[in-house]
């Protein structure tokens, strides 16, 4: 019963049938092998964008950080809600990797809204050189609190950001999730509707740790690679990264991955309505805020649940005060394992 995160679940064996295929024989270093080549070819189509420059780092800290320090000069600031990844987990790498662009929260909550963020773009580069200047605009699709942007919401932000000549990037550690739920494809998420860059999440959904960073504008190719290897984020032994990639896209497992996992997070869902507890969030894709009292919470992690206590203590005198939870189902959970978490209510 691990439902503390999508990040606990195991590799998906096709992943791991490609990462021991290519460790037969030699292969050239830093992203210069063969299989690299073929990723390339494949996110190009995945994406619908021939030009797109794509590349491989390990780590979502990384994709991010890098990705928006290519967009985001040291005199800038981020735009991001106030949940956002890069602003509560990233211990200020964003800041680090771009020499010291700040990051400015959109008020509201995990999805901006282009209202909130107009009136914070137009709050910046209100005092000359003493302040920060206008950069980036980043969103998170999922977002941290479990909800999906629509199209239209997406369109709506990255039509506030292209008004004032900023770039736009997606933070998409669940990026496969939000696509299935929302039954488009990845270029009617991205730059069909105005995003410049998007990391592209593979380590929650089934890989071991690889994540691909897809620029639409190839121009920043070159400075990607500099900052990756500036960084310390160039593998020698990259075929490792580019083997994982490959296995998650062969025949669209990262796919039927995030539609297993949002399946079980709806299964979850029903079965916590059923069971009266209360909803802190809408859950749109594989992540789940609720709130259920103590006891239920009690008898749960004594059966051996792992997850997170999202407000409250497990520890307290009255059993039946109400604690959040954030449970987040990963895609090797079955129908079987949701069920034996629901009977413990």
């Not at 000359?128 to 605009?137: E, F, I, N, S, T």
């Not at 954030?326 to 978490?341: P, Y």
Request: charged fraction near 20%.
């Amino acid at each position: 019963m691990y439902l503390a995160s999508d990040n606990t679940g195991p590799a998906h064996p096709q992943v791991m049938e490609h990462v021991l295929a290519a460790n037969e024989g030699y292969a050239m270093p830093y992203g210069a092998d063969p299989i690299m080549e073929r990723v390339r070819d494949r996110m190009r189509d995945v994406f619908e964008a021939p030009d797109a420059a794509v590349y491989l780092v390990a780590t979502g800290t990384a994709a991010n950080a890098l990705a928006l320090a290519c967009y985001g000069q040291p005199w800038q600031t981020v735009f991001c809600s106030p949940v956002a990844h890069i602003h509560e987990d990233e211990c200020n790498a964003p800041e680090f990797y771009s020499a010291g662009s700040k990051l400015t929260l959109v008020p509201g909550s995990d999805r901006m809204t282009p209202d909130a963020l107009r009136s914070s773009i137009e709050t910046e580069e209100s005092r000359g050189v003493h302040g920060p200047q206008r950069g980036p605009v980043s969103i998170t699709q999922v977002t941290e609190r479990g909800g999906v942007y629509t199209l239209d919401e997406i369109t709506s932000l990255t039509d506030v950001a292209k008004h004032y000549g900023l770039p736009v990037h997606l933070d998409g550690a669940r990026f496969a999730n939000a696509m299935v739920a929302l039954e488009c494809s990845a270029a009617e998420m991205t730059w069909k509707r105005g995003v410049d860059v998007v990391s592209f999440g593979g380590t929650k959904n089934g890989c071991l740790g690889v994540e691909a960073v897809v620029f639409f504008d190839p121009d920043k190719a070159w400075e990607f690679e500099l900052r990756r290897k500036r960084g310390a984020h160039l593998f020698s032994k990259h075929r490792f990264l580019s083997a994982q990639m490959e296995g998650y896209l062969k025949n669209d497992i990262w796919l039927d991955m995030a539609r297993q996992s949002n399946a079980r997070a709806a299964q979850l869902s029903a079965g916590l309505l059923e069971k009266g507890a209360h909803f802190l969030h809408a859950p749109d894709a594989n992540m789940i805020f609720a709130s259920f009292p103590r006891r239920i919470h009690q008898r749960l992690h004594d059966a051996g649940a792992k997850y997170y206590i999202w407000s409250g203590n497990l520890e307290g005198d009255d059993p039946d005060a109400l604690l959040a939870a954030r449970l987040v189902c990963d895609w090797s959970l079955s129908e079987e394992h949701i069920a034996e978490f629901l009977s413990h209510f």
